[in-house]
Structure formats: C-alpha cells, structure tokens
T-cell receptor
Framework: GAGVSQSPRYKVAKRGQDVALRCDPISGHVSLFWYQQALGQGPEFLTYFQNEAQLDKSGLPSDRFFAERPEGSVSTLKIQRTQQEDSAVYLC??????????????FGPGTRLLVL | GESVGLHLPTLSVQEGDNSIINCAYSNSASDYFIWYKQESGKGPQFIIDIRSNMDKRQGQRVTVLLNKTVKHLSLQIAATQPGDSAVYFCAEIPMIYNQGGKLIFGQGTELSVKP
C-alpha cells in the first residue's frame, strides 16, 4: 500500500509567517510521530499521537509549535511566527499499533522548510 | 538534543566489499533498535531491527549485531553496491514509560561506495 506522505515537500516562508505542514500516515496506523532534522544531523523527536490523543509533546521547541490529529488519521504540524532557526526538514512517521509496543516507525519524505 | 553529529563520519568502501557501520547507543534501558538508511532528499528508510533479547539478526545482505554490555550496535552490509550509498542512522527506543515510543537517533554515518 501507499507509504507515509507529506505536503508540501518544500516550503519557503518569510520570517514571522505561519506555516502548516501536513502528514498522511499509512492507512490504519495508530501511532504518528513528528521529528525535526537539521542539516547534517539525525532526526530529533517533536511529538507523537496515539489515534487522536497527543501523548507526548516534550520535544516541541517552543509554544509557536502546535500539532494536531483531530480524527486520528491525518496530522498537521503548525508553526506560528516562523523564525530562521525553524529552517529544517520536518519528518512524519507512523507505526501500526500502540506506542507502548515500540515498533518500527515508517517515515515520509519530509517537508523541507526554509525561513528567510 | 540527544542526537549529536555536526560532522558525519564517513565510510568509503569499494563495490563488492563488505561494510561495517558502528553505533554507540546512549540508554541502557533501551530494548528496541532500528537501522535506517537515508538518501539525499528522502526520509529515513527502515533496514532492519533488533530487540534486546537478541544478539544478532540477519536480513537480505544485512546483519545487525547488538552488544548490550558495551551498548554497541553494528550494521554489516555484504557485497556493498553503489545503491547502498547513503547516510545510515541507528535509533533506539528506551523502555521508559514516559518516553513512549519515541526514537532517539545516533550519529549518522555516511557510506560512500566506489564503483
């Protein structure tokens, strides 16, 4: 079946602009994760959902970052008043079952955000 | 952050040789480990995983070894091909309730395969 998809693939924003990044997980996957990847580094955890419940948002860098998954499928990561340090690749991943089962996470292609 | 690596280590191998990529993980409570391959402009792609009750696991052309005593993980790629060129990350999931299933990525290694 189809993998994780993300849109847009590229986003250029002016500093101070709000952006919204979309993630479509693999159909039926219960758990959904967001990661941020800076150039030359490994992905770093932002937040995760189990169905529509956001169970951990400890990795969100500031209160300008907000994520939701209202119907337990598609998720949106919103960044308000973007800053240059927000420039990174934002990766979404999903896994089939409960987060507590610690399973493989399947990643989407990412959204590359550049804040000017 | 918990992942480090401003300068990725690089491993350069000849096509057809075997490759070994090493990773030191951080949390002794981790019980699940995954190797990912990331090509330029793409998201991490699952290669192979291993749980802490195992020392070795084999896939197609790949083998993962786990040494819990020294918190070390390795990925062996047999008969390396140009298509294997990418950045390889190890990732761990700690068995700590309040961290749930979040992945903690290690420092990546850039594998370059010379034809």
């Amino acid at each position: 079946g189809a993998g994780v998809s993300q849109s847009p693939r590229y986003k250029v924003a002016k500093r101070g602009q709000d952006v919204a990044l979309r993630c479509d997980p693999i159909s039926g996957h219960v758990s959904l994760f967001w990661y941020q990847q800076a150039l030359g580094q490994g992905p770093e955890f932002l937040t995760y959902f189990q169905n529509e419940a956001q169970l951990d948002k400890s990795g969100l860098p500031s209160d300008r970052f907000f994520a939701e998954r209202p119907e337990g499928s598609v998720s949106t990561l919103k960044i308000q008043r973007t800053q240059q340090e927000d420039s990174a690749v934002y990766l979404c991943a999903s896994s089939p079952r409960l987060v507590s089962l610690r399973e493989t996470q399947y990643f989407g292609p990412g959204t590359r955000l550049l804040v000017l | 952050g918990e992942s480090v690596g401003l300068h990725l280590p690089t491993l350069s191998v000849q096509e057809g040789d075997n490759s070994i990529i090493n990773c030191a993980y951080s949390n002794s409570a981790s019980d699940y480990f995954i190797w990912y391959k990331q090509e330029s402009g793409k998201g991490p792609q699952f290669i192979i995983d291993i749980r802490s009750n195992m020392d070795k696991r084999q896939g197609q052309r790949v083998t993962v070894l786990l040494n819990k005593t020294v918190k070390h993980l390795s990925l062996q790629i047999a008969a390396t091909q140009p298509g294997d060129s990418a950045v390889y990350f190890c990732a761990e999931i700690p068995m700590i309730y309040n961290q749930g299933g979040k992945l903690i990525f290690g420092q990546g290694t850039e594998l370059s395969v010379k034809p």
